[in-house]
């Protein structure tokens, strides 16, 4: 999943969408991918600038908040499904883990 900013919205050219780098991106991971997912995506994704990259981890049951520093790398939380997650790019959300893991 991939997240743009209403106010960048504007900026997208329809036919050329796939320039403009996203502001999150949520990676839900496969255990055939985690370790692409983890490392060479993570990497990728600080070179490219992408502010925010959840890392979402079905098995553990945790969300892994990657949030892009001016130093141009990520810090990472985690995030587990005993607190509710408080995402840095939405400060006003609350999101229930809980009940996000209980399917």
């Known amino acids: 999943v991939m997240y743009f900013r209403a106010e960048r919205v504007a900026a997208i050219n329809r036919n050329d969408w796939l320039r403009l780098i996203p502001d999150l991106i949520v990676e839900?991971?496969?255990?055939?991918?985690?370790d692409y997912d983890r490392r060479t995506k993570r990497r990728t994704y600080e070179q490219l600038a992408v502010g925010h990259y959840w890392i979402v981890d079905v098995g553990r049951r945790t969300v892994a908040e990657n949030v892009l520093q001016p130093t141009g790398r990520f810090t990472e939380r985690v995030v587990g499904p005993d607190g509710p997650f408080r995402p840095v790019i939405f400060p006003?959300?609350?999101i229930d883990l809980t009940r996000?893991?209980?399917g």
């Open 100 to 102: 996000i893991f209980a």
């Open 92 to 94: 006003d959300l609350e």
């Open 28 to 34: 839900v991971l496969s255990p055939s991918t985690e």
